[in-house]
């Protein structure tokens, strides 16, 4: 029996090769696009999964109060790091690391920067990265040791075994290898190639000075646990340790625990709570990945029950000899199930030719793994699910025919079996309507931000990240690199003009006791407006010209619409240290965190030894190169030990837009494919009613009807159905795509020419594809489709 089911499926799909095509493709396509998507999906939701104590490792964050709500910050005191080990027996360890730098790593004439953290003894025990070389209990309990991953020491190395081997870093230490781990896999939140020991890291005076000062919240801490299921315990006796060690005129802080397993996707906190992140972009993408889906199944059930008249006097013989319905579900759900399984190979085939360019697309290193059980799981899931939802309409609707009635040639169509159709086709425009107008929303929000006015000039602005002899001899290279005549202007900063790395409070004449607000905090030296090209709005810049200037302060707008000082310029203000300092200029607002946000208030107070960013403003030229390896020989001559490295700050800037930008383009390339489904589905839908009513279109010519009138005819119940798809999508992505923006601070309005254009395009598409089919049998000799009447 199953050998004669195979046989006539293949005989029915060979018999009508068009549709049968015309389906495979349109499933393929869209098993293709689900696989491509829910790669991303699962590497995105795998993150930090592959730890050993993953759901039992959390970071340590704290809840703040001020200016009226609650503010969360990834960072807490570092005395935190010694209290929690005693403060619950729930609490198997703490650990403490900083946020990462770049380290210069020498073995003899070898020389490489990787990334790298200083870290506590704990940290190899707890988060368990893997080490196929050394002891993780106590590879780095001596202040002497460093801990590599397998791409270090070959480079370092090469064949050799590093394994006590000495490691110069930073020009400044002299480390033994402890310990070699893997290779970090991207899935991994923590991103790093060494680790060096915190003891190391205390030998500077201000980090020891750390270990006590609750007031200085600049460090990552974590907590592993006994098991995940103590979590709400914990946080109720950890909740209020900052206030046991708070000063009387501290803002409240609470601390909370933040799981590693929600780092990456969990990621934005309002007024205390978690209310987003990158699962937002999972579910999206998971959501259009559903949609596909069921487009291309939407196509198999069209074309199957469209196709019904042909298989109806099959329907017929088999129930008069004896086939019961139960059977014939079986055999049509069959054969359905036989096309997905198809479908499933080929959209395989195509995922993997699809691979590299998506993995480009997507900056991921995506695969498909054929050996995992889950792999052949989804599989048989996917061919299941789509086997099913694409054959059980037609199954059903083809098994129900009367044999009597069928056998006549009577009762196979009307309007019971095209209505299911029509609602089939207007969900399935509907799905494409509402990615058409997410597509270009998307994309206007893109642009509405990348054409915001950010406050500053960030053409020819490169950034470079200080050494120790850099910072000896700052001065020195300043004047050499102003000298070349390739460097307009040059400043230092506590960070990159992209970035904020600190936070702090200010005080102002009128302030009210019981208002906080945090501002952001820049420490800079010398010509920082003249090098970032932010303009003055009022007073002037720190210059060498003041003395007095090593007690002055820069304010941004932002600041001084909170502050609210008629007459600032002169003004004395306060620091959070308690230090006095004179206001000398208000600046242009300047955007230098998330670009869809509101710009905040910002001061900046002069400070040579706090910088950790070089800016040189680089003056206009056509040889770029040239003007960089002039800059370079100043760099070598000073600090000749690293190399030159350096970032672009548009180029820093443009990365801000990665999630975004992802969206935008995921978000077209599958509104693309969906069209392509959409459209593959209505034409073969269209080439099939065209051929049903070749006699009527036969007689209607014979008749004086013209060609354009045929085809406006056939044309129209097609066009009614986009026009009605159009009215329920448009409402439906309009409170879909303001709930996406509502996220954004700084957003685009959703235009009203967006709904009326895509409605547009979408029915001309429609009506391009059917008019195709209509006009090629309107065309036809009416003489050969009435011979046999």
Same mark, same amino acid.
Request: aromatic share 12%; with cysteine.
């Given at each position: ?41 699962? @590497? ?22 001020? @200016?009226?709500? !609650? ?65 993780? =209990? ?22 050799? =075994? ?290 915001? =006015? ?45 970035? !904020? ?43 060498? @010209?003041?003395?007095? @200037? ?166 129209? =119940? ?72």
């Amino acid at each position: 029996m199953l050998k004669n089911y195979f046989v006539v499926t293949l005989r029915n799909l060979r018999k009508s090769g068009t549709y049968s095509l015309i389906n495979i493709a349109g499933l393929s396509i869209g098993i293709t696009c689900t696989i491509l998507i829910l790669l991303w999906v699962a @590497d995105e939701l795998s993150f930090n999964r592959f730890l050993p104590k993953a759901d039992r490792l959390y970071k340590v964050m704290a809840n703040v109060t001020y @200016d009226g709500k !609650i503010n969360t910050w990834g960072a807490v005191a570092l005395p935190a790091y010694d209290a929690l080990k005693t403060e619950n027996s729930l609490i198997t360890n703490t650990c403490a690391a900083d946020w990462g730098n770049s380290h210069l790593l020498s073995v003899g004439e070898n020389k490489i920067r990787k990334r790298g953290h200083y870290v506590t003894e704990e940290f190899l025990k707890m988060f368990e990265f893997p080490l196929v070389k050394g002891n993780p =209990d106590n590879a780095l309990n001596d202040p002497g040791s460093i801990v590599i991953s397998t791409s270090v020491a070959k480079a370092l190395f090469g064949g050799e =075994d590093p394994i006590n081997k000495i490691i110069r870093v930073d020009n400044k230490y002299e480390q033994k290898v402890t310990g070699v781990m893997t290779d970090l896999p991207t899935t991994s939140s923590f991103q790093f190639d060494c680790l060096l020991p915190w003891t190391l890291y205390e030998t500077d005076p201000w980090v020891k000075s750390c270990r006590t000062n609750w007031g200085n919240y600049s460090y990552g801490v974590y907590v592993e646990l006994n098991n995940a299921l103590s979590r709400q315990a914990v946080e109720a006796a950890i909740k209020d340790l900052p206030a046991r060690h708070a000063k009387a005129d501290e803002v409240k802080k609470e601390f909370f625990l933040y799981p590693l397993t929600q780092w990456r996707l969990y990621s934005v906190f309002e007024n205390g709570r978690i209310t987003g992140g990158g699962i937002e972009y999972v579910q999206l993408f998971s959501i259009i990945a559903l949609f596909i889906l069921i487009m291309a199944c939407i196509n198999f059930m069209n074309l199957a029950t469209a196709r019904s008249v042909r298989r109806a006097k099959e329907v017929g013989i088999r129930k008069s000899v004896g086939s019961s319905r139960r059977e014939l579900i079986i055999r049509f759900i069959g054969e359905s199930l036989f096309i997905s399984f198809v479908s499933f190979a080929i959209s395989v085939l195509l995922a993997e030719v699809a691979l590299p360019f998506y993995n480009n697309l997507v900056q991921k290193q995506l695969h498909i793994n054929y050996l995992a059980p889950p792999f052949w799981l989804f599989a048989a899931g996917l061919i299941f699910f789509t086997g099913i939802i694409s054959g059980s309409y037609p199954a059903f609707y083809l098994s129900a025919f009367r044999p009597a009635t069928v056998l006549k040639g009577k009762g196979m169509g009307g309007k019971g079996g095209t209505m299911p159709r029509k609602v089939l086709v207007t969900l399935q425009f509907g799905f494409s309507i509402l990615l058409i107008i997410g597509t270009l929303v998307v994309y206007r929000q893109v642009q509405h931000v990348k054409n915001r =006015d950010m406050g500053f000039d960030k053409e020819n602005l490169v950034s470079i990240a200080p050494t120790e002899d850099i910072r000896k001899h700052y001065q020195a290279i300043k004047e050499e690199l102003l000298r070349t005549g390739v460097v307009h202007a040059m400043t230092q900063s506590n960070s990159a003009i992209t970035d !904020i790395d600190s936070w702090g409070f200010l005080g102002w004449p009128g302030k009210p006791e019981d208002q906080r607000v945090l501002f952001t905090n820049l420490a800079a030296g010398y010509d920082y407006t003249k090098t970032m090209g932010i303009r003055l709005l009022a007073g002037r810049d720190f210059s060498e @010209d003041f003395k007095s @200037d090593t007690a002055a302060v820069l304010i941004n707008k932002a600041a001084l619409d909170l502050i609210g000082l008629k007459d600032p310029i002169g003004q004395q203000l306060s620091l959070y240290n308690g230090n006095k300092v004179e206001l000398i200029g208000i600046l242009e607002n300047t955007i230098m965190g998330s670009p869809n946000d509101v710009v905040g208030p910002m001061f900046i107070q002069f400070n040579l030894s706090w910088f950790n960013s070089l800016t040189l403003r680089l003056e206009k030229t056509d040889d770029l190169q040239g003007s960089l390896k002039k800059i370079e020989a100043v760099f070598k001559k000073f600090s000749p030990a690293y190399p030159f490295e350096y970032t672009f700050a548009d180029v820093e800037f443009q990365k801000k837009f990665s999630d975004i930008n992802l969206t935008g383009k995921l978000a077209n390339l599958f509104a693309t494919l969906a069209i392509l489904i959409t459209g593959l589905g209505l034409f073969g839908l269209a080439s099939f009613t065209a051929e049903q009513r070749t006699k009527e279109i036969g007689i209607r010519k014979v008749l004086g009807a013209s060609v354009s009138n045929l085809v406006a005819l056939m044309s129209k =119940d097609f066009s009614r159905l986009v026009i009605l798809s159009f009215v329920i999508a448009a409402p439906v992505s309009w409170w879909m795509l303001n709930k996406f923006l509502e996220k954004y601070a700084y957003r685009v309005e959703i235009p009203w020419w967006v709904f009326p254009l895509t409605g547009i395009v979408a029915l001309a598409f429609a009506v391009v594809i059917v008019s195709s089919q209509a006009l090629r049998v309107a065309r036809a000799n009416p003489v050969n489709s009435l011979r046999t009447e």
